[in-house]
């Protein structure tokens, strides 16, 4: 059997969206872990791998279906490659909204062959066609990517670990998949999209819980201030009132990309992603 256990958090939620016995019910290998107060998605995540025992962590998000054998094409790449990279799969769609009633054609497709990237004037993630970004690729080959949307990976847990894990100075959510795809190029590491693997995600047009744009500037502001270098400056040109917003305290993650030996964002432009 591949997988130890299945972890769900629950970030504070009211006693009615709770679920922990019905969850739970599902598998022995369901466990729910409880914050006491809300600490996002982000802070979340660094919460449920704490003690875990597995040598791979695998994040995923409970609005997904998987595909037959997803799992294995993923993990047997990362057998094969270094204890630095970081593996996801093709993520495929889920149509909004969701009812089924839909006939199959109609309730999934596919998401596309694509690469993550961002912009650095406006450090909004989105995706592109891997053949502009790898004009030689063949599917399905395993792919490197420049950037990941964050919420759908798997990674050694020694490297989750060494590597710094999430900016837990990030709240909610916003700018830590672009943090982290910056910090695991540059420090050493590399991102792979495996084309063989595949699962559905929805997207949904409505969240359905409150987000606070105020955090996820907050959150762009330190990956600005910590990895950007000089090239933060085409962000606060574009975005003027973000000079004036507070990180908070950066000195940890600046101490992190120091100890880690992290290559300039400069690097990572040339190197990694020359499109943007």
Excluded at 145 to 165: C, L, N, Q, R, V
Excluded at 195 to 222: D, M, Q, T
Aim: with cysteine; aromatic share 12%; net charge negative.
């Amino acid at each position: 059997d591949l997988v130890d256990e299945v972890r769900f958090i629950d970030d504070a939620n009211e006693d009615a969206h709770k679920f922990r016995s019905e969850m739970e019910a599902l598998h022995p290998k369901v466990r729910v872990i409880s914050n006491q107060k809300r600490l996002g998605l982000t802070h979340s995540k660094v919460v449920g791998t704490q003690n875990a025992t597995s040598p791979v962590l695998i994040f995923l998000e409970p609005h997904c279906i998987f595909a037959h054998g997803w799992l294995e094409p993923m993990l047997a790449r990362m057998m094969a490659s270094p204890k630095s990279t970081v593996v996801m799969p093709i993520i495929d769609v889920i149509s909004d909204p969701y009812t089924q009633e839909q006939p199959l054609g109609k309730l999934y497709s596919s998401g596309g062959v694509n690469v993550g990237k961002f912009e650095v004037n406006t450090l909004t993630f989105g995706w592109t066609g891997v053949s502009s970004y790898n004009k030689s690729y063949q599917e399905p080959d395993v792919f490197a990517t420049p950037a990941m949307p964050g919420g759908i990976f798997a990674i050694w847990k020694s490297y989750w670990e060494e590597s710094g894990t999430y900016d837990k100075g990030m709240g909610e959510w916003g700018g830590e998949n672009i943090e982290m795809s910056v910090r695991i190029w540059t420090c050493g590491g590399r991102i792979e999209i495996v084309a063989c693997s595949h699962l559905l995600h929805w997207f949904r047009k409505k969240r359905p819980y409150v987000f606070h744009g105020e955090v996820s500037n907050i959150n762009n502001k330190r990956l600005a201030e910590v990895w950007l270098d000089d090239y933060k400056e085409h962000y606060y040109k574009n975005v003027p009132s973000m000079r004036s917003i507070d990180a908070g305290d950066l000195s940890e993650r600046i101490e992190l990309r120091k100890r880690l030996h992290c290559k300039p964002f400069e690097w990572y432009i040339k190197e990694v992603y020359p499109e943007v």
